[in-house]
């Protein structure tokens, strides 16, 4: 199985910037895609970005396109997403996820079956 950490987050200005990293270990992580989501209170848990293995491909969902950046050091086993341009609907817990199929690519929640822990995002006014 594999384990997964989150770190990064924090409280942050509109307009601001946030690295979020995630550790990961006990599994290939080379092999996998990766992904980020997100849950807002009383909201569902959503898609943020996915990353192939190679670090190759990414996708973002419509919301964070172009202030939003996911990438891999698989030499670290870590995965990264950086947030600039935060907006106070950014606010939220963020997660990182491993699919349970290392060929799995994708934005399908149910896919993942490895989560970290998350970490708090808090975009203040």
């Known amino acids: 199985q594999v384990q997964l950490v989150e770190s990064g987050g924090g409280l942050v200005q509109a307009g601001g910037s946030l690295r979020l990293s995630c550790a990961a270990s006990g599994r290939t992580f080379s092999s996998y895609s990766m992904g980020w989501f997100r849950q807002a209170p009383g909201n569902e848990r959503e898609f943020v970005a996915a990353?192939?293995?190679?670090?190759?491909?990414?996708d973002y969902a419509d919301s964070v396109k172009g202030r939003f950046t996911i990438s891999r050091d698989n030499a670290k086993n870590t995965v990264y997403l950086q947030m600039n341009s935060l907006k106070l609907e950014d606010t939220a817990v963020y997660y990182c996820a491993a699919p349970r199929r290392p060929t799995y690519y994708g934005t399908n929640l149910d896919q993942y079956d490895a989560w970290g822990q998350g970490t708090q995002v808090t975009v203040s006014s």
């Open positions: 990353i192939n293995w190679s670090g190759g491909r990414t």
